[in-house]
C-alpha cells in the first residue's frame, strides 16, 4: 500500500512562506516519482512541482517557478515543498502523488499510482 500524508498548510499573507511535507509509509519513495498538485475551489487540479527520485530532476509550472522548490530527504522518506512569496492565487489544497516509471514529468494526475490527502493553504491579506 503506498500510503502519503501531507502535512505544513495554513493560513499566510501575501509574501510569506510555508513548507508543505509527504511523508511517505509502506513503500521507498527513492523508486517514484513525486508531485505536488494543487485544486482550487471550482477548478481542475494541476500540477505545480515535479521531483524524479532516479536521477534528481525537478520541473514547476510557470506560474511557481522561482517561488517553490520541491526536494527530497530519503532518509526521512519525505518529500518536500518549500513555498515563498506566496500569493492569493496560491490558495488551493495541495496534493503529493507518487508515479512509478515513465515520462517525467507527468502532467496528468490520473496517471499516479497514490494520492495523500491534501492540505490546504490558504493565502490572504
Known amino acids: 500500500q503506498l500510503l502519503l500524508v501531507e502535512s505544513g498548510g495554513g493560513l499566510v499573507q501575501p509574501g510569506g512562506s510555508l513548507r508543505l511535507s509527504c511523508e511517505a509509509s509502506g513503500f521507498s519513495l527513492k523508486y517514484y516519482a513525486i508531485a505536488w498538485f494543487r485544486q482550487a475551489p471550482g477548478k481542475d487540479r494541476e500540477g505545480v512541482s515535479w521531483?524524479?527520485?532516479?536521477?534528481?530532476?525537478?520541473h514547476y509550472v510557470d506560474s511557481v517557478k522561482g517561488r517553490f522548490t520541491i526536494s527530497s530527504d530519503n532518509a526521512k522518506n519525505t518529500v518536500y515543498l518549500q513555498m515563498n512569496n506566496l500569493k492569493p492565487e496560491d490558495t488551493a489544497r495541495y496534493y503529493c502523488?507518487?508515479?512509478?516509471?515513465?515520462?517525467?514529468?507527468?502532467?496528468?494526475?490520473?496517471?499516479?499510482?497514490?494520492w495523500g490527502q491534501g492540505t490546504q493553504v490558504i493565502v490572504f491579506s
Open positions: 521531483f524524479s527520485s532516479s536521477d534528481g530532476r525537478t
Open positions: 502523488g507518487v508515479k512509478g516509471l515513465g515520462p517525467f514529468p507527468a502532467y496528468n494526475w490520473e496517471d499516479y499510482d497514490s
